[in-house]
Each structure stands twice: as structure tokens, then as C-alpha cells.
């Protein structure tokens, strides 16, 4: 039980800031190093912690922000109705991507009825700086947490067309923001494009992001404008239940309290 609370205390730590040294957290704690090194190192193993891109210091994890999320609106549910009509107006696959600390993860998926066609295992993860469904995530992140991880991340080049230079990202990223959506080629899966637009919360922070996803031979550059158009209204819609705290079927969510 004592060990149960000392790693309740050690979290408690990142409500005062976001990311922190093993030296930062003795210091906070009044604990030895080693013995925060100890907690440091089964909390990462089993996700409640991260390392952040730079790799000297941890936030929480992804399990952490997931967990929350149990409590809360079911994002898959609240986003199918928009990806089926996504998949279905465009003839391409739809994704959901839910931001988990430095990274995002594919939460829901309508495929593409054509037999060649972009597809990716729920649950994947993938950082935020490469690809259309990361990048709108980051572009839309709160600034600070936007400012944190440019200063920390290190930016590989995960395809051809990947940008690993930290102004032209940032350029891009203001370009991402001023215009509400994101357009990537071979960023992150060479031979794929993709289009997505923000799931944005209350403070009108992404929380997440849709994506239309296809094939490079099959880029419709004619209908990209009809898409963008698309894939927009169906963010602002997801978004929209999200603030208003609405389930999949319509219901309003209700508090503990009500």
C-alpha cells in the first residue's frame, strides 16, 4: 500500500508541471533519486508515464489521458455517423486519430470500398509533426503545449516528404491554423495523401482530428475543394456534439450530480 501511494504522489507531481526530471521529482518529492528512478521506470513500462522526444525528462502517458477519457464522450461513437458519410461521399477511408501526449493514435476507421486503398490498424500510434492527421492535432494543440514540444521533438524522417526542419514546420503550421485543415503526401506512408481537419474541445484545443485518407495514383485533385469542404463540416459536426456534450445517439451526457 505504501508503494500504491508513492506512486500516486510522484504523478500528483505533473499537476504543477507538465514535464519533469527524475532530479526535478526527487527534488519535489524529498525522495532519493534512485528510488524515483525505481517508480519512474514501471510507471513508463506500464504507460502512465512518457519520455518526452528529447529523453531527459517524463509527463504522463498516454494510459493516463485514455483512461480519462473513459469517463468522458465516447469520440468513436460520436464520429461514426460523420466518417461513414465521409467514406461513403468520397470513395475514400475516413479516420479518427485521438491525441495521447507527444502522439496520436487511430481510434475509428471507415475503409474504402475500392480493392486498393489506405488502411491502418486501430490503435497505431504515430507522432504528431509527420502526416495530415497529426500535424492538424499539433497546429491546433494550446500554445504552450505547442511551444514545449517543438522544443523538444526530434524530427526523423519518416518518408520521403516528411518535414524535419523545425521552421518550416512551424511556418506550416500556421498555414494549418489560418486555414482550418491540413492537406500531406507521403509524410508518413510513402505513396498515401491525406486530408484532415481539428476535433476541437471547449477551449477550441484539438483533441483530435478526421482524416480522409487515399492512394497517391487515385489523388482527385478535381474534388479536393468538394473534400476539403467535406471533411470540414464534419469536424465542425463532431466538435460541435463534443461541446454540447452529446453521446453517439443524440442523448445529452449527464453529470454524477444530475
Not at 142 to 157: C, F, I, M, N, P
Not at 217 to 228: D, M, T
Request: charged share 30%; aromatic share 8%; net charge positive.
Amino acid at each position: 500500500m505504501k508503494s500504491l501511494h508513492r506512486a500516486i504522489d510522484l504523478l500528483s507531481a505533473f499537476q504543477s508541471r507538465r514535464e519533469l526530471s527524475v532530479e526535478e521529482l526527487a527534488k519535489i518529492l524529498g525522495w532519493p533519486a534512485s528510488s524515483v528512478y525505481r517508480f519512474v521506470r514501471v510507471l513508463r513500462d506500464r504507460g502512465f508515464l512518457s519520455l518526452v522526444p528529447e529523453g531527459k525528462k517524463y509527463s504522463l502517458g498516454s494510459l493516463l489521458c485514455e483512461l480519462g477519457r473513459a469517463g468522458g464522450p465516447d469520440l468513436p461513437r460520436l464520429a461514426r455517423a460523420a466518417l461513414e458519410r465521409l467514406a461513403k461521399e468520397t470513395g475514400e477511408s475516413s479516420f479518427l486519430s485521438i491525441r495521447g501526449g507527444w502522439e496520436a493514435r487511430y481510434a475509428a476507421c471507415v475503409e474504402s470500398p475500392e480493392s486498393i486503398r489506405f488502411t491502418a490498424p486501430i490503435g497505431r500510434r504515430f507522432p504528431l509533426y509527420a502526416g495530415a492527421s497529426g500535424k492538424v492535432i499539433l497546429a491546433f494543440m494550446e500554445e504552450e503545449e505547442r511551444r514545449a514540444y517543438l522544443r523538444t521533438v526530434r524530427l526523423k524522417q519518416l518518408c520521403s516528404s516528411t518535414i524535419v526542419d523545425k521552421a518550416r514546420l512551424e511556418k506550416a503550421l500556421s498555414v494549418i491554423r489560418s486555414r482550418g485543415y491540413d492537406f500531406s503526401q507521403q509524410e508518413r506512408h510513402q505513396g498515401a495523401w491525406g486530408l484532415a481537419a481539428p476535433i476541437l474541445n471547449e477551449k477550441d484545443a484539438a483533441i483530435g482530428s478526421i482524416a480522409i485518407t487515399g492512394i497517391r495514383f487515385r489523388l482527385p485533385q478535381k474534388k479536393l475543394p468538394r473534400f476539403i469542404s467535406l471533411l470540414k463540416e464534419a469536424a465542425g459536426e463532431v466538435s460541435g456534439k463534443l461541446k454540447n456534450g452529446r453521446t453517439g445517439d443524440g442523448m445529452k451526457t449527464r453529470s454524477a450530480g444530475s
